[in-house]
């Protein structure tokens, strides 16, 4: 599976952008799409994540800004993020995960400016 990940850029605090990872390759029917981040000198962290079946789950630090949802006739999985904050500044990380295989994407990266 390659995961290509795409809509990171630079936003002033409040701003809004929409990520985008598409899957190709042996997509099952059966799994999680997931966004991490990393800040520098943080480690990855979870940010949101969406099953096949469309239930989703999000960190709480981002609950009510962002949203995760699909297309899976595209195999895609995309992140609308809302009201950006400083501290949401990362390289935002797209996952694939089904039958305990486990893909990742080559990052994006989201800078919010204060």
């Known amino acids: 599976v390659q995961l290509q990940a795409s809509g990171g850029g630079l936003v002033q605090t409040g701003g809004s952008l929409r990520l985008s990872c598409a899957a190709s390759?042996?997509?099952?029917?059966?799994?999680?799409m997931s966004w991490y981040r990393q800040a520098p000198g943080k480690q990855r962290e979870l940010v949101a994540q969406?099953?096949?079946?469309?239930?989703?789950n999000y960190a709480g630090s981002v609950k009510g800004r962002f949203t995760i949802f699909r297309e899976n006739a595209k195999n895609t999985v995309y992140l609308q993020m809302s009201s950006l904050k400083p501290e949401d500044t990362a390289v935002y990380y797209c996952?694939?995960?089904?039958?305990?295989?486990?893909?990742w994407g080559q990052g994006t990266q989201v800078t919010v400016s204060s």
């Open positions: 969406i099953t096949s079946a469309g239930i989703t």
């Open positions: 996952n694939y995960v089904s039958r305990s295989l486990d893909y």
């Open positions: 390759g042996s997509i099952f029917t059966f799994n999680v």
